[in-house]
């Protein structure tokens, strides 16, 4: 089974972005990249291949769910797993989200003191 190692963040709150990353790098140990949108990520060619990526819902541009169907078209990053982030917990949306081909959805606001080992959870209990 693989470890969760590498995290791509794609946030556009830089408040929720910092808490993240530090919950995720300093009590997690989990090294994160950021980017404030999808088009950032996008046009970063050399942009890490991480082992998840963990998507803010509502972003600038494009939302997280166009932004993953974007992520499934390319070769490098069509099957890394992804989590979204949102306030919007409605079941409906959950579950769109996850016919779009997310693995889970995580409540804002989240728990920095729990927030990596609840994806650490949620990516382990998705390995094969």
């Not at 942009?47 to 819902?57: E, G, I, T």
Request: glycine share 4%.
């Amino acid at each position: 089974m693989n470890d969760l190692r590498t995290i791509v963040l794609v946030e556009d709150d830089p408040d929720i972005a910092v808490l993240a990353q530090l919950a995720l790098r300093e009590i997690g140990g989990i090294e994160v990249t950021h980017y404030g949108s999808g088009p950032a990520l996008l046009a970063d060619q050399a942009a890490m291949v991480p082992d998840l990526y963990l998507l803010d819902f509502r972003l600038p541009e494009m939302t997280g769910e166009e932004l993953l169907a974007k992520l499934r078209e390319r070769p490098q990053s069509a099957a890394i797993p992804a989590i979204f982030m949102t306030a919007s917990l409605m079941p409906d949306r959950i579950k769109a989200l996850k016919v779009a081909g997310a693995m889970d959805v995580i409540a804002k606001p989240f728990d920095p003191l729990t927030l990596a080992e609840d994806i650490r959870a949620r990516y382990r209990a998705a390995q094969p």
